[in-house]
C-alpha cells in the first residue's frame, strides 16, 4: 500500500531496512539467548544518523517527526523486537526534554543524544504503581540550589545502559497527582544506582533494571518546565511515544508474517507446500489485512501529531492498542503455521510471539489504553450536547 | 591524500538466463547493484581518507543508469563521483575497459593512491585493475587484505597469497585491489544519503578524457565473445532416502565398487 | 603506421639499445638508429625511452604481421622454486593444441636457481624450455616478471599463451596483455582449436557459473588465457621426451621493480590444501555448532580427505576462512566432495561442482546440493556421518 511518503521517509525506511537486515536479524536470536545489550547495533545505528530522526536541527538532529521515528522503529522491529525497544526507550526517555525542555537543557541533552552519544531512559513505574501512576512513592525535595531524590522506579527499560533518565518524583505529595514532577538525571550522579537486571519472557535483548536513588542530589537546574507538571509531562510524552510502541508491535507483526509466509511456501506436507491449502492461506490473508491496517491506524496518528495536533492522546491510544492487539494474535498465528517448529527456538516465530507480548502491557496496558479512549469518546459527547 | 576507486554497476544476482531467442542475456528485472566486491574498495578509500585526510573521487563505466551506484558510493562517504558513459565505451572487454578507465584517471590528474575490488562478481576476471594500473605505469598489488601503513609517500600492505600473505612495500601512486578480508563495509549515513541524493555527477565522453577512437568500446576489444550457453545441468544422481543404515550401505556398496 | 626516432629529442641514452629485443638499434653519432629489417614494431623501445623521442603510430584493431606469431607457450609458474601444479594441467593442454596446430609447446620459468626445474617440464611435454635464471627472481614481483615476460614474448612471437588463474597469474597476465596489447581471457574451463581458421577458443563461466561463455582473439596475437586449476588434465611424466632448454639473460634494468617484498608469511592454518585434497568432507549451516565440525573430521581421517565448510560456517565463525570452499573461497576438485548439511547455493556449488563425484547429505529433500550431487543421502547428518566413518574404516580394514 502506498502511505505517500516523503522522499526522505522512503530514504528512512530503506537505511533501516539494509541495517536490520544486515545487522540485526542476524545477531536477533543469539541475543534473545544471552540478554547480551546490543551496543554494535546501537553503534551502527548512532552512526547512521538514526537517533537524531525526531530532533530539531539546531540541536544536531535531523528535524523529522514522529512518523519517521516510527517507520525506523517498524523497521527495526521486524527484525528484533528487543533491538528495536533500546532504540524507542531513548526516544521516549528525550522527548521530556524535548517538550518542556528549557534551551539550556536541550542544548546541554540533546546533541549527544541525536548523535547516539548517550542513550536516554524514562523512569515512571514503580512496584506499587503501575497503571495507576498517581501512585509513585518516589520523592524530590528541595533544599537550596538542590533537589533530593528518595526512592525506587522499575521496569525502566534501558536503565543501567542510558546515560540520561527523566525521571517523576512527588515534589509534594500533598497535592496528589498535581504534586508530581519531572527530572533530569544523569548516570553517575552520587546516589542513583542500579537494581538487578529482569530476566524477561521477550524483548530479552534489551535491558530492563531499577533505578534506585538515595539521597541522590541533582541540581535544581535539572527540573524539566516547572514543578507540579510531572504528569503532564508523562501524558504529553506518551501521547508522542505511543504511537512508536504501536510501530515497534507493527515491526514484530509484519516480521512474523514475513516469516510465515516464507515459511508457508517451503514447508511440503501431503506432498504439496502447505500455502496451497485454504486454511493456511485463510490465516495468512488476514494476517496481512490486519497488519496493513494497524500500518494505517499508527501511520494516520504520527502525521496528525507532526501536523501539530496537540490533542492527539485519543487516537495514539488507538493505534497502541490495535497494532499491540494485531501483533499478539498475527504472532501466535505465526506460531500455529510454523507447527511443531514454530515451538522451538530454532526457529524465529516463537520469538515474535513472546517479544509482542509487551506491547500490549508497556506504556500503559491495552486496558488503560481503552479508558483514555473510553473517556475521550464520553468527553467529546458531552461537549456536543451542550 | 587523493584517492580514487573504480567500481562496476554487475546484476544483482549471478542467477541470470540466456534468451534461448536471441541468445543475449536476458537482464530485464534484475536489480543492479554496485560489485560487492567494489564495496570493500569504497570502505577503504574512506577510510585512508578519515586517517589521514584527502578526498575520494569514485569512477565508473557504465550506462547512464550507472549513476546511482555512484551515489550510493557518495552516500557512504566518497566525495565525488565521475561516469565514464559513451555509446562508443559499448562493447568494451577488459583491455579497453582498462584503457578507457586509465584515461580518465589520467584527466584526474592528481591521485596519491588508486583502489579497485578484486574482481567483479558478473564477470570474475579480476583483469581491470591490474589493467589501469599497466596503462598507467605504475606499481600494483593485487589480493590486498590489509593496509599496514602509509607514510613518506609509500604504502605497506599485506597481500594474500595461497598459502598465507605477503607484506609489500611500493611507492605512491599505486593501485591496489583489495579482498573482502580487507575490513567491514558500513552502512551509510542519513545525511551522506541526503547529500548523495543532491551531489552532481559528472558524465565524461569519450572525447572528454581524449581517449583514442580505436582504444575503446568494441573497436578497443581484442576479444570476442562467440557464445554463451548455460551449462548442460549434471544427470540426476541417486538419492537414498530410507533409514540412515539402510542409505549408508548402499552409499557404500556403490562407492566400494567403482571407487574405493 | 610506422616507427621513428626524433633526432631533436633523442639524448643518446642508449636505454632504446638496450631494450630492444632484436638488436634492430644502434648508435650513429650519438643518436639512436632503427633498422627497420630488424625491427618488429614491438615497441619495447617507445615506452623504455624517458625522453618520447621515439614517434610510433601502432595499429590497434589488428596485430602487425600476425601471421608470424608460432606455438603455444605456458608460464612456469613457481614459488618457492616448486613448479606449481597448474602449470603441468597447462602443459597437459598445451600439447593437445600444439597438436593441433602442428606447432611447438614451450615453457617459460622465471626464478632463482630454477634451471634445473627445465628438464622436468620437457618431461612433462614441453618441447622448449626458456629458463631466466636470477637472484632478484625468487619470489614474485609484478613489474620485473612483467618486463621480462613481455620481453620474450615480443622476441619470439608465440600465437597462444597460457598461465594459471592463480593469484600470481591473474596479476601478472593481466598486466603484460596490456603491454602487448593482446587479447586476454580469464579463468578459462575449456580450451580448444578451431579448426578452420586455427584460432584459440577459450571456454569460460560467467555470473558464478550460471553462464558459460566462449570467447575468441581474432586479430591480436598472442591470444592469452588464465585457466582454473584442476580443469586439465597433466601429462604422464615420459623421462624419454626430448627437447631445448634456452638461457635468456637480462640487463639489470629489467629487475628492477618499485614494489618491494619486506615479508612472506605462512600461515598455519593454510597448510590445509584443500585443493590438492583427494577427498573433501564439507560442512554447512547444519552442523549447527562448530563442535560438530568434529564428526567430519573424524570422516575426513578415516578417508585421508580434509575438511571444507560453506560460506554459512565460515561466517558463522565454525570454521576459518582457510577451510572456505566457493565462489569467495577456494575452488576445489576433489576425487569424493561429500556436502553435509550443506543447502547448495550457487556461490558453494561454484567451488565444487567440478568434483568428480560428489556425495550430499541433506536433511532437506529439496536442498539445491541434491541437484549437483551424484548420490544423496535425505537424512539426519548427525547419524548419517558417524555411520558412514564407521562403515568406511571397517571396509578399508577389510
Redo the contacts between chains.
Sequence with gaps: MDYLLTENQKMIKDLCRQITEEKITPVAAELDKSEEFPWEVMKVIAKSDLFGLYIEEKYGGMGGGVLDLCLATEEFSKGCGGISVCYAASALGTYPIILYGTDEQKQKYLPDIAKGKKLAAFGLTEPAAGSDASAIQTTAKKEGDHYVLNGTKHFITNGGEAEIYTVIAMTDKTKGARGASAFIVEKGTPGFTFGKKEDKMGIRASATRELIFTDCKIPKENLLGKEGLGFIVTMKTFDMSRPGVAAQALGIAQGALDAAVKYAKERVQFGKPISSFQGIQFMLADMATEVEAARALVYATAREIDSGNKDSGRDSAMAKLFASDVAMKVTTDAVQIFGGYGYMKEYPAEKYMRDAKITQIYEGTNQIQRNIIALALIKEASKNKK | MNIIVCIKQV?ET???Q?DPKTNT?IREGVQSIINPFDMYAIEEGIRIKEKFGGKVTVITMGPPQAECALREAISLGCDEGILLSDRAFAGS???AT??TLAMAIKKIKEFDIIICGKQA???????????I???L?I?????VKKIEEIQDGHA?VER????????????LP?LITVV??INEP??????G??KA?KAVIATWKALDIEA?E??IGL?????????????P??PK?????G???E???K??G???NH?? | MGIKIINEKCVGCKICVAVCPFQAITMVDKKAVIDLDKCTLCSACVEACKFNAIEFKREFTKTENIEQYDGVWVFGEQKKGIIQPVVYELLGKGKELAHKLHTQLSCVILGSNIKTKAQELIYRGADNVYVVDAPDLSNFLDEPYTKILVNLIRKYRPEIVLCGATSIGRALISRVAVKLHAGLTADCTGLDIEPQEKILLQTRPAFGGNIMATIITKNHRPQMSTVRHKVMKENEIDTTRQGKIIEESFAPAFFTSRTKILDIVEEVSSTVNLTEADIIVSGGRGMKNPENFAILEELAKALDGAVGASRAAVDSGWMPYSHQVGQTGKTVCPKIYIACGISGQIQHLVGMQSSKTIIAINQDAHAPIFNVANYGIVGDLFQVVPLLTKKFKEKIRK
Aim: hydrophobic content about 30%.
Design positions: 546484476p549471478t542467477q541470470v540466456i542475456l572487454d577488459t583491455l582498462g584503457y562478481s558478473d564477470g570474475d576476471t579480476a583483469q581491470v585493475g591490474p589493467g594500473s599497466a596503462h605505469d606499481p600494483q598489488i593485487t589480493y605497506t594474500m597469497t595461497e598459502e598465507g600473505f605477503e607484506i609489500l612495500k611500493t611507492p599505486c573482502k578480508e558500513r552502512i551509510p549515513s542519513l545525511k544519503m541526503m541524493k583514442e580505436y582504444r573497436k578497443g576489444s581484442p576479444t570476442q565473445v562467440v557464445k554463451i550457453f548455460t551449462p545441468p549434471r544422481g541417486q538419492i537414498f532416502d533409514t540412515p543404515e542409505s549408508v550401505e552409499l557404500i556403490i562407492l566400494k571407487l574405493i
